[in-house]
């Protein structure tokens, strides 16, 4: 008795998901949900790492990347609410003066649409986990291989002071980097919690008065690039900026030696 039950249902969910698929506004929804995923996927190549301007660093291009990526992977999942929304405010909604006299059909579970949909969720959500994961462990080592220089990071109410103990001990309120070396920020504060954010090098960590936070970064990128503080510490919080100067190997001994100290 039951294997014929167990074919049975599934002959009855197969005849249910053909129907299901032959109807016509359910067709019209899957081509809005195609054109639109199109539409997204378009944008999330072409527009969230643009809007942050190019990279001044490896680290900046692989968050860029990540935003790229998780972009194109967020499309289809948005233009599925994109799709059923928009056909519901032009198509399914209800036309005519006063409430409709009947309810609308009721909603039925579909087992194979649940399984499809947890199973389509389940390996979007690992993939995007996985690579947030290796792309997080990228940023916390990029210039902390092969023999970085050493850059002190002080934040105080509202300025940012930066030393060099391995030049010298040259001190300057503008933050001098040498092009495509290695670098690693000791960061602190003498006062309130600050965050340092080199925000075309993509690192950003919290200056803290109790201990001193770590980054790093390869500057790859020739040029003048903002500092800002990102955590509210204060009435000239917005005013805490400076600039980071990438210049030439050359370049950077000239500075240090201008500023007493030695390369
Ligand atoms: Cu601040």
Known sequence: MRPMTITTSMDHMATRTRGFSRRRDVRQVVALWAVLTVLGVVFGLFVPARLMGPPASPTMRGIEDTMTVFSVAAAPVAAVVWAVALYSLLVWRHKGAGPPETDGPALRTSRPAAVLWILLSSVLCVFLLVW??????????????????????????????????????????QLYLPVDQPVVFHVRSKDVIHSFWVVKMGIKVDANPWEVTQTSVV???????????????????ADMETSAHVVSGAGFTQWLQAHGGHA
Request: glycine share 14%; proline share 5%.
């Open 132 to 173: 947030g994961l290796a792309e997080m462990g990228s940023v916390a080592t990029a210039g902390s291989r092969n023999n970085p220089m050493v850059v002190n990071v002080t934040g105080n109410q509202w300025v940012w002071t930066f030393d060099y103990p391995d030049k010298g001990g040259v001190q300057s309120d």
């Open 219 to 237: 500057p790859n990128k020739l040029g003048t690039f903002d500092i800002r503080c990102a955590e509210l510490c204060g009435l000239l919080h």
